[in-house]
C-alpha cells in the first residue's frame, strides 16, 4: 500500500465515514491468560467510547510507509489450503461473528506476540462502499459499486497510571490519585487484505509497528503467514556492505559523496509519487555507475546484493539515504555538512598525509565564537 491507499482507509475511522459492522476484543495479562472480552455491533458503542476506538484504529495506519507501515506479501504455500491466508480470509468473511474463529486468532496472537506486561488485542470488521471518482479525481459517492471488505487488528499496551495526587470534586480535597489501568495506543496491528489500487488485494497484509526495528518476526511468520522483511535500519546497513564490497580500495570520498548526491536527486524527482520509491539491484547498479563507481568493480556487484538482499527484493530509497545529513567522521574528529552543500568538502594530500579541507567563506564559529578573518 501506498500512502494515498493508507489515507483513504485512515479517513473511515470517523463517525461520518464510519463503515465498521463489529468489534472484538481480548485484554490478556502478562501470564498471557484471557482476562476479559468483548463482542458486539460497533454502532452499539457509545459515542465517547466508539472516538477512543477510531484514535487507536486511526494510529494502526500512521507512521512512514516502508518504515512503520510494511506491505507483505504471502509466500505461495501460505495461499494454499489451510495456509495463513485461508485462515485470515475466514475471519474476515466470517464478519467476526463465529467464536470458535475468533478464539483461535487471539490464541495464535497470544502465542507468538512477545511483551512480557497485559495488552489489549482489538479486531474490527469493516465494509467499506469505495465511492468512483470522476475524470477530475473528485470522489462520486452515489457511483460506488465496489466494496472493500476486511479486518484490522491492534494491539494495545495496557498499563497502570502513574502515582500522583488529584482533585476531588466530590469531597472539594487534594487526594492521592485512584490508580486504574490504561489501555494505550497500539504498538502492533495489521489490516488485511491489503487495500491496493482502491480495492483489495488477497495476497498482501499491512503491517505495523509502532518501533521499525521491532518487527517480532515470530508474530509476522506465525499469525500472519509473511516473511520478515529487512527493517528500515537493516536495508541502510545492508546497502552500506554493498558499496563496501563492491567498492573495495575504490570507495573514495568522492565516488561516496556522488552516491549520496545521486540518491537525494532521485528522491527529489519522485516525492510527489504516493508510491515509495524502490531501488532493486538494475537500479542500484545503474546509481554506482552514475556515480563513478569503476566498471571493474561492478563485475562483483550482482553477487554481492544478491547475496545480501535477493535476486527479487528491493531497498526502499528513503530508508538507504541520508537526505538530512551528511556526516564525515574520524577517530576523533565528527564534521556534519548541509547535504546540500557537500561540495564545500574534499580530500587532499597534503605534506604526504591524507587530510579533508573545508572551503570557508564568510562565517566561521568555534564554540559560538565567531573566529577573525586575519
Known amino acids: 500500500m501506498n500512502k494515498k491507499d493508507v489515507l483513504e482507509i485512515r479517513k473511515q475511522f470517523t463517525p461520518e465515514n464510519c463503515a465498521i459492522t463489529r468489534i472484538c476484543g481480548c485484554y490478556v ?217 563492491t567498492l573495495g580500495e575504490a570507495c573514495d570520498y568522492e565516488t561516496v559523496r556522488n552516491i549520496h548526491d545521486n540518491l537525494n536527486e532521485m528522491l527529489e524527482e519522485s516525492k510527489e509519487s504516493p508510491d515509495p520509491l524502490e531501488l532493486s539491484r538494475p537500479d542500484v547498479k545503474r546509481l554506482l555507475e552514475r556515480s563513478g563507481a569503476p566498471k571493474e568493480r561492478m563485475e562483483r556487484f550482482d553477487r554481492d546484493f544478491t547475496e545480501t538482499v535477493g535476486e527479487q527484493k528491493t531497498l526502499l530509497a528513503s530508508n538507504i539515504a541520508s537526505g538530512k545529513t551528511f556526516q564525515i567522521e574520524t577517530p576523533d574528529v565528527t564534521v556534519k555538512v548541509n547535504p546540500e552543500r557537500s561540495d564545500l568538502v574534499e580530500t587532499r594530500m597534503i605534506d604526504g598525509r591524507r587530510c579533508l579541507v573545508i572551503a570557508i567563506d564568510d562565517h566561521l564559529e568555534v564554540n559560538g565564537i565567531e573566529i577573525s578573518k586575519k
Open 29 to 245: 495479562n502478562h501470564e498471557k491468560e484471557k482476562k476479559a472480552e468483548l463482542k458486539k455491533a460497533f454502532l452499539s458503542l457509545p459515542e465517547e467510547e466508539a472516538f477512543k476506538y477510531f484514535d487507536i484504529f486511526r494510529h494502526t495506519l500512521s507512521g512512514t510507509v516502508g518504515k512503520n507501515l510494511l506491505t507483505m506479501g504471502f509466500p505461495l504455500e501460505q495461499e494454499l489450503p489451510g495456509g495463513t491466508q485461508e485462515f485470515l480470509l475466514k475471519l474476515r468473511d466470517s464478519r467476526l461473528e463465529d467464536d470458535m474463529l475468533i478464539e483461535e486468532f487471539y490464541d495464535k496472537v497470544i502465542e507468538n506476540y512477545d511483551y512480557p506486561e497485559n495488552y489489549y488485542i482489538i479486531l474490527i470488521h469493516s465494509v467499506y462502499d469505495i465511492p468512483g471518482k470522476a475524470y477530475d479525481g473528485m470522489e462520486m459517492f452515489d457511483t460506488s459499486d465496489t466494496v472493500y471488505e476486511h479486518i484490522l487488528c491492534s494491539i494495545c499496551p495496557v498499563n497502570l497510571t502513574k502515582a500522583g495526587l488529584a482533585y476531588n470534586a466530590a469531597t472539594n480535597n487534594i487526594e492521592d490519585r485512584v490508580r486504574d489501568w490504561f489501555v494505550e495506543l497500539p504498538v502492533r496491528g495489521f489490516l488485511f487484505p491489503s487495500f491496493e489500487d482502491r480495492g483489495a488485494d488477497l495476497h498482501y497484509v499491512l503491517y505495523y509497528s509502532k518501533k521499525p526495528e521491532e518487527l517480532q518476526p515470530g508474530f509476522v511468520e506465525n499469525v500472519l503467514g509473511s516473511q520478515t522483511p529487512l527493517t528500515a535500519k537493516d536495508q541502510k546497513t545492508t546497502f552500506q556492505s554493498i558499496i563496501s564490497a
